[in-house]
């Protein structure tokens, strides 16, 4: 067996323990002559294996007793479409657009309602992100609405916008479970488990009870309303029910790890290594305004395409895959997640302290 450094945005590295055990599990599960994928999720064994995430989730994040913890299909994607058929009571929304994902989910939320784009960083290709601790908060706004780490363009907002009182709802897809979180600022937290958590599949929906209710948008499917899914413990109908017993694989081993305070301070140590390399490389640089900088997602170029293209065979070669910007923006973006290992990435800036000198 030979494992790979894969720097992928998602589906992503997944921590090797988590995947022995599944290994392990894959024929009996606990002695249930089965594996978790075979299984009814209305067995007992099952309802304990979501029950447990859940819980584990919970405390991983210290979630308040007044929020709903939903496992849900269908992709952030399904999201951009689920929070304005839910939350557009006035039919107003606005949207701070920091990259591909929150125009996406700007544009979709365009089909139920009035959504405005109060901020945006667009003119200079989302480097940064916008000040916004003063934006013309619409008055009759039902939320407003972030990405918060951009996983194209690698910036994170350090902090949370000023909303006036609104509620705010947020995509954490590539920043989920990174680092503590206060979750009673936001009505929803949601994200694909792809990124930072595990296999694609799941999307988790951390939401404030009383943002759930029937009151949704006429024509909102059954299985589009935040209710359907909170009444019945994510299990209105199968849930994607393997990927969800992976997911609680991981909080265990988070939990393990020392918990989000510790995984912040581990996010930090490993970011820092290839930002330091970074910034005093004479032919690499890092794409986004410093002080706005994700702990995940780590875009880089040399400013010479043929140059990028080399670099990216080359560390293929050598071990370390998924290099390769998004298809956006090109150059190179290294995503280091939680189960990426700080080895990863200090063998990853040797492997670029060597492509420099062989190439500059
Ligand atoms: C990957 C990503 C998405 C898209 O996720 P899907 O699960 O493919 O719909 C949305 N938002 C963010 C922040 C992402 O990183």
Request: aromatic share 10%.
């Amino acid at each position: 067996m030979s494992r790979v450094y894969n720097f992928s945005a998602g589906p992503a590295v997944l921590p090797e323990e988590v995947l022995q055990e599944a290994a392990a599990e894959m024929l009996d599960y606990q002695g249930t002559g089965m594996s978790v994928m075979e299984m009814s999720h209305r067995s007992k064994a099952y309802q304990r294996i979501i029950d447990e995430a859940e819980a584990d989730l919970r405390e991983l994040m210290n979630i308040p007793d007044n929020y709903k913890v939903l496992f849900l299909q269908g992709g952030a994607h399904q999201q951009f479409a689920m929070v304005p058929m839910n939350l557009m009571k006035n039919g107003v929304a606005d949207y701070i657009i920091t990259g591909q994902w929150a125009k996406r989910a700007w544009q979709e939320a365009q089909k139920y309602g009035k959504a405005n784009a109060i901020a945006s960083s667009v003119d200079k290709t989302f480097s940064y992100i916008p000040d916004c601790s003063d934006l013309p908060i619409s008055e009759d706004a039902d939320y407003v609405y972030i990405c918060e780490n951009n996983t194209i363009y690698g910036t994170k907002f350090w902090d949370l916008p000023n909303t006036k009182g609104k509620t705010l709802v947020a995509d954490v897809s590539s920043c989920f479970l990174s680092e503590p979180v206060d979750v009673s600022k936001y009505g929803i937290i949601y994200g694909g488990a792809q990124k930072n958590i595990g296999p694609a599949g799941v999307v988790i929906v951390i939401i404030r009870e009383d943002l759930i209710s029937e009151d949704v948008l006429p024509g909102t499917p059954t299985m589009l309303q935040y209710k359907t899914h909170a009444d019945n413990g994510s299990m209105y109908n199968t849930p994607p029910a393997y990927g969800i017993y992976v997911c609680g694989k991981v909080f265990k081993w988070l939990k393990k790890q020392g918990g989000l305070a510790a995984m912040k301070e581990y996010n930090e140590r490993k970011a820092k290594i290839l930002y330091d390399f970074l910034d005093q490389s004479k032919m690499f640089r890092g794409t986004v305004e410093k002080k706005d900088r994700s702990l995940m997602n780590v875009p880089f170029v040399t400013g010479d395409k043929d140059l990028d293209a080399k670099f990216v065979k080359e560390a293929e070669a050598a071990g370390f895959v998924n290099l390769k910007g998004h298809r956006s923006v090109g150059g190179m973006r290294a995503s280091i997640y939680n189960a990426m290992p700080i080895e990863g990435v200090r063998k990853l800036v040797e492997f670029m302290q060597e492509f420099e000198k062989n190439n500059g």
